[in-house]
């Protein structure tokens, strides 16, 4: 079992910054890769970024490239989303996510394989 607990979040405009966190608990082996998705009302739960907790690398979707960087800190038991330059169609929950090694290469295209999720925080950004 894994356990995610998000802070941060809030409001700020646009062009401003926030960030997120995501501290984990639980079995290791269930959290080979770490990330952050974010769900629009009406619409299915998009990847945004994806850390492989073995130092395997860090990945971002288009929308978010350049703007926003995720990173371990605290021997990898925490996820840190720190998003810069915000737009207000960054406005939106955002949700941690972890899942074991096998799932790891397709929950950026499916993000019903997650194994696990935080119960999400609020951005807004007001323009």
């Known amino acids: 079992q894994v356990q995610l607990v998000e802070s941060g979040g809030g409001s700020v405009q646009a062009g401003g910054s926030l960030k997120l966190s995501c501290r984990a608990s639980?079995?290791?082996?269930?959290?080979?890769?770490m990330g952050w998705f974010r769900q629009y009302p009406g619409k299915e739960r998009e990847w945004v970024a994806l850390i492989y907790t073995d130092g395997g690398g860090t990945y971002y979707a288009d929308s978010v490239k350049g703007r926003f960087t995720a990173s371990q800190v605290n021997a990898k038991n925490t996820v840190v989303l720190q998003m810069d330059s915000l737009k207000p169609e960054d406005t939106v929950m955002y949700y941690c996510?972890?899942?074991?090694?096998?799932?790891?290469?397709?929950?950026?295209?499916?993000?019903?394989?997650?194994?696990?999720w935080g119960h999400g925080t609020q951005v807004t950004v007001s323009s």
């Open positions: 639980g079995s290791t082996y269930s959290r080979s890769c």
């Open positions: 996510a972890a899942a074991r090694n096998t799932y790891c290469y397709t929950v950026t295209e499916d993000p019903t394989v997650v194994n696990y």
